[in-house]
Every structure is written in C-alpha cells, then in structure tokens.
C-alpha cells in the first residue's frame, strides 16, 4: 500500500460549528443534520478503504474543531507528535484533547511555541523525507523552523502561499512520488522532484467556486474528492486514478475540503 497514513483521528462536528470561522458566503446556511452526514459518510469512505478511524468527543467549546487536520503533525515512525500553534487565536486550545490523546496513545509530545505558528493545513506530506509548508497567514517561518527541531530526520521547504488559506489547498500528495498541483496558485518549481499532475485553475468548474481542488489519497491509485469538479475528476482518471467523490457542502461552508476533517497518522515522518 503506497499511501502514507493508515490510521486517522475524527472529531465529529457539534450544534457548535454553526459558529465556525469562515468568509463562505454559505456560512449562515449551515445545516447541522446534512453536516452530520456527510461526516458520517466521509469516515465510512476512509473505513471501506482500509484507513483506522478513531473518533474523538464532540469538542463544542470549539466551532472548528471538525477541521481536526490543523492540530497537529503526527509520525508513527518516530513516536513523535508536534503539537500545532493555530495562526488563529480564536482557534487556541482545539490542539488540547488531541495532545492528550496521542500523549496517551504513547507519542512523544512536542510543542510549536510563540512566536511560531503551524496549522496543519499548510503541511504537504510526501513518501519521501521532506515536506512541504505554506507560508501563510496561518503558518509562519518560527513555526516551521520548530518543526525541523521536532523531525530532524525530515527536510521541511518553505512554500509561499497568498491566494488560500492552506498549501492543500492548492497541491496534495496522491503515491508514488506524485503530486496534484494547481500552478495557478502555487510555483510548481518548488516540486521539480516530483512527479506533477497539473489542475489548471480554470477546471476549477464547481459550485463550491474557482479555488484549487483539496483531496485525499486513500492508496492503490484512488483518490477522494468533492462532487463538483468534473474537469478535475477527468484529468485525474485520465492519468489513471480511481476519483471517489462525495458531496462535501457542509464542510464547504466552513471554507474546508476533504483533507481538514482528518487528522492523519503519517508513516513517513
């Protein structure tokens, strides 16, 4: 199995994530029992395809804390877990219950620290030993720095971001040292090793807008993604892929794609 992670962390959403940080003109229609279900769906999909889900409490002290993805970076080879400072204030104290989880599952904690920030969102794992981070709004240079003191093994390179909130937002690991990329927001020349999958802006044809697509590789050459980007779904089956797609509205309106409710137990790392 080529895919990097075999085991997730979920947290479902509570009547909170009606109050989810979001510029999403949707955001008011937010509609709790579909949200529910597509999360359920969403961790059925990850079950069929083999990944180990585990499910933590309602966090409903915090709107976001659906978008588990931002909380931390977990390896499963190193026993190693980095603990993430949100770029966000508003979000602080989410990382809390996944600390505490992974500290009791036997993962050595480490910490980002002020003045460094880190989300989980801007954090591009590969099947290599590097990964990629957004410099962002999110995530700054402190942050990553600390990474490099967390996993030293692993090389960290700096990508610059401005045109989203996350790096996944515009490019995602999908095997076999191959990436999916959106060179319209992101220079492709920080990614010469690997093997790209260009996703022109312009196939962003969907009703969750003209933004670069977000999408998870579940391993064996499959791929899951949102309902709506038809162009994309081609251009990835015309490289090979099997594209699983589910209707993703309600994350959507928390400005959120298919990689943010999930918090992967990465094997490279």
């Known amino acids: 199995m080529d895919r990097i992670f075999d085991k997730v962390l979920v947290i479902p959403p509570g009547d909170s994530y009606r109050r989810c940080l979001s510029k999403n003109p949707g955001h008011s229609t937010i509609d709790m029992e579909s ?100 410099i962002s709004e999110r995530t700054n240079r402190e942050g990553v720095e600390q990474l490099r003191t967390h996993f030293p093994g692993t090389e960290f390179t700096e990508v610059p971001v401005t045109e989203v909130f996350h790096l996944l937002s515009a490019v995602n690991f999908v095997g076999n040292g191959t990436l999916a990329i959106c060179p319209d927001i992101v220079d492709t020349a920080y990614f010469e090793e690997f093997e790209l999958i260009e996703i022109p802006k312009s196939t962003q044809d969907s009703k969750y807008g003209n933004k670069p697509i977000n999408m998870v590789y579940l391993g064996d050459d499959t791929v899951l993604m949102p309902d709506a980007y038809p162009s994309t779904k081609k251009i990835l089956e015309d490289h090979g892929y099997d594209v699983v797609t589910m209707d993703i509205s309600e994350f959507w309106k928390g400005d959120a794609g298919t990689t943010c409710p999930m918090l992967p137990y990465y094997k490279t790392l």
């Open 35 to 134: 949200a529910l279900k597509q999360h359920d769906y969403y961790v059925d999909i990850l079950r069929k395809h083999g990944v180990q889900v585990e499910k933590l409490p309602v966090q409903n002290d915090f709107p976001d804390s659906i978008f588990v993805q931002d909380t931390a970076l977990v390896g499963t080879s190193s026993k190693i877990a980095s603990i993430c400072r949100f770029g966000v204030p508003s979000r602080r104290g989410e990382e809390e219950v996944v600390a505490d989880h992974l500290e009791d599952e036997g993962f050595r904690i480490r910490y980002i620290e002020e003045p460094g920030t880190v989300e989980g969102g801007d954090i591009l794992v590969t099947d290599r030993d590097i990964c990629f981070v957004g």
